[in-house]
């Protein structure tokens, strides 16, 4: 089984503070993803990442950064957090090249910026 | 542009009986369409997949039918069980890559005992 793994279940962080949320995935999927899941918005991308070191903005890039140095680990950056940005964070892989195959989740990190 | 909208928001139905959840789309080009359950504070998980020449598929006790004219799928549930508990997810995508997504707001199901 797939087996993606988001460092921290629950985060509080101040206004202005840099934040990072880990993701590792033990697969060698190439693509990963990163969402944030509001109530009633359903899931909108951040961003993903479909090879080492490559990066792709998604819907609400605004605001976060990511970082992929390594094929199983993918990171996403707050720069300056916002109350705003308080959420759910949700990280996915899935294989480069298999068509149509799901989206494998962590479990997510809610995270509170105060 | 492209949307994916549930219905209903939630519901309460009793063990044992049988439900079904709606999804429209207006996503073009369109793909396929998948179903994922989200139980609470874990991540989604997919149910099943419907491409475009596929009507109906079921995985258990889970039934989902696609009607690729009018737009809509449906996510049927046969005798309701407390682990049904639950937030459904429609994902409709645009590309066979699977990277060009569109989420439904999902649909948040309680079974009572």
């Known amino acids: 089984d797939v087996k993606v793994t988001q460092s921290s279940r629950y985060l509080v962080k101040r206004t202005g503070e840099k934040v990072f949320l880990e993701c590792v995935q033990d697969m060698d999927h190439e693509n990963m993803f990163w969402y944030r899941q509001d109530p009633g918005l359903g899931l909108r991308l951040i961003y993903f990442?479909?090879?080492?070191?490559?990066?792709e903005k998604g819907d609400i890039p605004e605001g976060y950064s990511v970082s992929r140095e390594k094929k199983e680990r993918f990171s996403l950056i707050l720069e300056s957090a916002s109350t705003n940005q308080t959420s759910m964070y949700l990280c996915?892989?899935?294989?480069?090249?298999?068509?149509?195959?799901?989206?494998?989740f962590g479990n997510g990190t809610r995270l509170t910026v105060t | 542009k492209n949307q994916v909208e549930q219905s209903p928001q939630s519901l309460i139905i009793l063990e044992g009986k049988n439900c079904t959840l709606q999804c429209n789309y207006t996503v073009s080009p369109f793909s396929n369409l998948r179903w994922y359950k989200q139980d609470t504070g874990r991540g989604p998980v997919s149910l099943t997949i419907m491409t475009f020449s596929e009507n109906t598929k079921s995985n258990g006790r889970y039934t989902a039918t696609l009607d690729a004219d009018t737009k809509q799928s449906s996510l049927h549930i046969t005798a309701s069980q407390l682990s049904d508990s639950a937030s459904y997810i429609c994902v409709v995508s645009a590309d066979a890559a699977g990277n060009k997504l569109t989420f439904g707001g999902g649909t948040r199901v309680l079974v009572k005992p």
């Open positions: 990442s479909y090879d080492v070191k490559m990066k």
């Open positions: 996915a892989s899935r294989p480069g090249s298999s068509y149509n195959s799901p989206l494998h």
